[in-house]
Every structure is written in C-alpha cells, then in structure tokens.
C-alpha cells in the first residue's frame, strides 16, 4: 500500500450542526415551497452528488428550483464551514499526523468546489492531504474522481476509507480496497477492512 484515499463527511468530520444553520437561512426565503432541513436529513444525503440530494430533499419541486436551492445552500454552507468548521472525529490530527509520516494521503468527496478547501481553511489541516478533487470541480463521478487522483498522483497501491454504500461502489469502480468508517453516517453491503474508531486505521495499516 502507497497512499490512502479519504472521504470527507462521516469519515474525517461531521460537518452538519453548522451546515443545518447555514442550509435553513436559505430555505427561509422559499417559505410555502420548501420545510427547513434537520440535522438527520442532512447526514442522509451525505455522499450524494447535488442533483441527487435535490431529488431528495425537495421532490415536490422542479428540478430547475431544486438546483438553484441548493446552489445557494452550497455556497452558504461553505462559507460557513470555513467560519466555524466542523466537528472532528477523535484524535484526528494525531492519527493523519501519524499515516502522513508512512503513505501519501488524499481526500476524494462528493462535494461542490469550496466544501474541502473550507475543512482545510478553519482546522489547518491541509499540509497532511497531498491532493484532492471533488466533482465541483471535475463534474466527474466520485469513481471517477478516485481514478484521476491515482493517475494524477503515480498511485499504484491506495486504499479507499469512507463510510457509505456509494463509497464502497466508488473503491470499486477504481479497482481498490475499500476501508468502511462504521462509526459514520451510512451501511454497506460488502468491505475489505472496517474500523470502528479513526485512529483503527493505525492498527490496520
């Protein structure tokens, strides 16, 4: 093994107590259209590309609607991340501290463009990740996304770590192992290597 490959939400953070505050001062301009989001709806769309979190968060509305919501959740969200950050999973910087010394680290989400650069902004948390993409960016899928962070980067043996069905489908679509986050925020049908804590990454790599 040469490099891990991270997702972000329900892997490395939870970032939804913040994003639930940032999400409902949006939502508060489409009264009649639109219920404010909780917390646990927010943590069921977390892996999902913005089309599909529209579909279903807000199926009773026009795709065009959904879109232009949540374009303007996006960009509050991330201005509020890197304003008040997230909460970190336990012993976070000591255990990507401690794998940074042995293999090369990245961060692969399904996320739009500002939401990682926002986590590494407010925790100063960037010098340990050697890169990261995301489909803002690429438009690509979160496969797909994995795919070009091991072209990109000369990786031959990375593992993937993420906590959700569509990350479990994603390590596969690259042709690596898949490391499943219990601790986070979704179920999988089928893993390589689970933890139940983060620092379990220590003992299994």
């Not at 399904?110 to 960016?137: K, S, T, V």
Request: proline share 2%.
């Amino acid at each position: 093994m040469d490099s891990i490959i991270f997702d972000l939400d329900g892997t490395l953070w939870d970032s939804s107590e913040a994003v639930v505050v940032g999400w409902n001062s949006v939502l508060s301009h489409y009264q009649g259209i639109v219920n404010e989001v909780t917390r646990e709806d927010l943590q069921g769309i977390m892996g999902l590309q913005v089309y599909e979190a529209g579909r279903k968060l807000f199926p009773n509305i026009d795709e065009d609607t959904q879109q232009k919501i949540l374009r303007e959740c996006c960009e509050v969200e991330c201005q509020c991340l890197a304003e008040q950050g997230g909460r970190l999973y336990e012993g976070l910087e000591e255990v990507l501290k401690a794998l940074s010394a042995k293999y090369k680290l990245f961060i692969v989400s399904n996320c739009q463009a500002g939401y990682i650069e926002a986590f590494y902004e407010y925790h100063q948390l960037h010098m340990y990740f050697a890169d990261y993409e995301n489909p803002g960016r690429t438009g690509l899928s979160k496969g797909e996304n994995i795919r070009l962070i091991m072209d990109r980067n000369n990786l031959s043996d990375p593992v993937y770590v993420g906590d959700t069905e569509g990350d479990m489908k994603a390590a596969g679509f690259a042709g690596i192992p898949f490391v499943y986050a219990g601790y986070g925020f979704g179920k999988v049908s089928r893993y390589d290597y689970r933890i139940d804590r983060l620092d379990g990454l220590l003992g299994l790599f």
